[in-house]
Every structure is written in C-alpha cells, then in structure tokens.
C-alpha cells in the first residue's frame, strides 16, 4: 500500500502533531507500507527554518524508511491573522502541485489547521483517489476559543469550509472522543469517524533515573521541579500560572522548556513579578526530552479556560505518564477524564488560582512524604495508549476503508 500523507508538522519539529505522524508512519514503514510525507521546511514555532535546512521549492530526504519531501512556504511566526492564513495556503497550494507527481492508493491530510485538508480533498479529486481526515484539533473554533480572530463573517465562512470538507472524506479520523460527538452533533455520518487517540512511544519514554548532570547544569538540584514543555501560545494560559507562583514554596522551582507566540510576553512578565522560582530554555532536540522529563517532579499540562477545550487531549500527558511523572492538570473535560479515572495526577480548574496552589501542594506533600500512589495509575495510563498499538489500529481502520 502506498500512503501520501500531507502534514506541515514534521520532525525535527517537535510539537504534538510532527510526533504522531513520525511515529505512526515508522509504525507503518514497519509494516511494508510505503509512506510519503509531504510538509516544508522545518520553522513551528519562532517562524525560522531550522538549521542544516533551507526554505526551498521542493528538497528530499529519507527519514526512518519515511519518503519526506519538502516544499516551499511562506514562513511566519505563529502571530498576525494573515501572515498565518498566507503560511498556511502557500504550504497547501505547493503540497496539492507537487502531490499531483507522486502515486499513491489513499491520501491522508491532517489538520490542526483545515488548508492542509483542502490539497488532500482536492488530490483526492483529482487521483480519483479516497483521502482521509485527520482530526487533531476543531479549527476554526479553538481559534475563536482564543480570540485570534473576532472577525465573525471570516470565522462562520472557514466554518463552512470545514463542514464540506469533513462531508467529502472517506474517513475521519479524530484524536478525541468529544471531536468525534462533535462531528455527529453537527450531522456528519458517524459510520465514518473512527477515533484513534494520541499515545506515547514505550521504547524511548521509560522510566529512567533522574539526570544528575543536567539538574547541576540547570541549578535545580535538591529542587522540586514542575515542568511545562511544550508550546508557549495563546491557548496555553501560562500567563496565568506565573502570576500564581509568586509566593510559593522556595522548593518549587518550575522549568518552561520551548517557545512560541508568547513566550516573549511570558519572559518579560516573570522579569516584572520579580520571579525567582521559575526557569525558561528554548526547545530541546526531540531526542533529549526525555532527559528533561526525567528531573521532572511533576509534570503541568494547561490549557485557557474555555469549552472548546474540554474537547483536547494534550499528548503530554501520555509522554510524561510514561515516565511516571505525576501530571497536574489544568484543563477539563476529556482530559481530566483520563486523570482522574487512571489516579495518574491531580486536576485543577483551569484559571482558578487557589485550586492550582492546592492541588500542586497535594501532590508537593506526596513527595516530601515518599508516597508514590500515583506510579501504578501512572503506568496502566502509558500502556493503554502505547503507540506501536494506536498506529497498528489506524492502519487495519485504514485498510479497511480501502
């Protein structure tokens, strides 16, 4: 079987959806498919193409068996409505033209954004060909959940693309169960949306020792350290949990590790507040993250305060689970679902101030204390949502829709 799957996410890129692609298309490489990925250069989030790589019109390279083939795009940071629209559609219009030279039995395009989704309907179209959707976020309601764009007539028309696009599918494939009520809410055929959760690859996050070398390179030994590695954007509420951390304990120390648009409002606020219990580094390579989890105490994953959100599942939660790192979470719906019901952490209302501090001193006290009664929860949670397993699934689903 031949797959080409549109994505412009993709290592060395490090965010949710580069990971599940890479992991599931090594799965599949595994499994004798032949797998052609196309996406750009590499630049999420600051908007500037990663070093040893070039913005060119089209460049290859073999990763893990993975054909990828990389395209020119306009290239912006993840700020201002119209460069962004502008990123996005040059990426779609260049993988929909150089798409159209490369055979294939099924096309796979995913979102968070919808205009990737766009080239896979219409080389779909044009293969005569059945191409799926991959639903990994409900765009353009989560930009609307964060105020990105207010413009009404823009959000209901981008809206009405996507309903199109999800009624032209052969199949859809979300990563929560709430995306896919969501869909039959909204009169899309349920026969034809089949969940496939993120996960977390077992063989390379473990349980391992903490790293002594890096805590001294860091100053953060004999330190309980709360973690936040990820994107540092408009939908996260970091904001938030800085101005919450002014008169904790000067044990905790907390780690922010990445970038995006916000970070720079977020280093200039810690410098307001005087913050002397929180660190900030840049991204990590994908391969030393791990070591970055491993001097975890316990593990933030939070999202703004919204609806919309209650639908999301951050996959940080399933990489940090498998490092048996408590999560403290600060978004509710679904994901607050997973915690509670594996006891794999503790879970906050998202924005609520003295339900953060208490919940992070629950968890701080457990510590100082030896418990470890969230190890067990921890550990049914990673091997329920293993990643070998969810990418083997998707491909018999996809198989079977052929």
């Known amino acids: 079987m031949r797959i080409l799957f549109l ?42 193409v990663f070093k040893g790589y070039k913005n060119k019109f089209i460049q ?4 893990d068996g993975i054909k990828v083939v990389r395209v020119w795009s306009y290239i912006s940071a993840n700020n201002g409505f119209l460069k962004r629209v502008i990123d996005y559609t040059s990426y779609a219009i260049m993988a929909f033209i150089v798409g159209l030279w490369y055979k294939c039995d099924v096309i796979i395009a995913t979102s968070p954004q919808f205009f990737t989704t766009i080239s896979g309907y219409a080389l779909s179209v044009f293969k005569r060909k059945p191409w799926i959707f991959e639903l990994r976020d409900l765009w353009p309601e989560s930009i609307r959940a964060v105020g990105a764009i207010e413009n009404k007539k823009i959000l209901d028309f981008f809206e009405k693309i996507e309903l199109f696009l999800y009624k032209k599918a052969t199949l859809i494939i979300p990563v929560t169960d709430s995306f896919k009520q969501n869909l039959i809410d ?18 390379v996050y473990k349980p391992i020792a903490k790293d002594s070398h890096l805590l001294e390179k860091l100053q953060l030994k004999d330190k309980f350290i709360v973690s936040y590695i990820g994107t540092h954007g408009m939908a996260h509420g970091l904001s938030f949990i800085l101005d919450a951390i002014k008169d904790l304990n000067k044990d905790i120390q907390f780690l922010f590790i990445g970038g995006g648009a916000n970070k720079s409002k977020l280093l200039n606020q810690a410098k307001s ?25 316990v593990a933030l994953v939070n999202l703004k305060k919204s609806e919309t959100f209650k639908s999301v599942i951050p996959s940080k939660i399933f990489e940090n689970a498998a490092m048996r790192k408590p999560i403290l979470l600060g978004v509710e719906g679904e994901s607050a679902l997973i915690i509670n019901s594996y006891e794999a952490g503790e879970c906050f209302k998202p924005e609520d101030k003295n339900d953060f501090l208490t919940k992070l001193n629950k968890i701080y006290r457990k510590k100082v204390s030896g418990s470890n009664s969230y190890f067990e929860g921890l550990t049914r949670l990673a091997n329920d949502f293993n990643r070998q397993v969810l990418a083997k699934r998707m491909l018999d689903l996809i198989k079977s829709f052929l």
């Open 60 to 63: 290859t390279e073999l990763i």
């Open 186 to 203: 909204r009169g899309i055929n349920e026969s034809k949306i089949k969940v496939i959760k993120n996960g977390v690859d077992l063989s």
């Open 7 to 48: 994505t412009d996410n993709f290592p060395p890129e490090m965010n949710a959806p580069a990971t599940r692609t890479w992991e599931h298309c090594k799965e599949w490489v595994n499994h004798g498919v032949n797998v052609t990925i196309i996406t750009c250069a590499p630049n999420f989030p600051e908007g500037k």
């Open 273 to 297: 507040l005087k913050l002397k219990n929180c660190t900030f580094l840049d991204f990590v390579p994908k391969s030393e993250i791990s070591k970055y989890i491993s001097i975890t105490d």
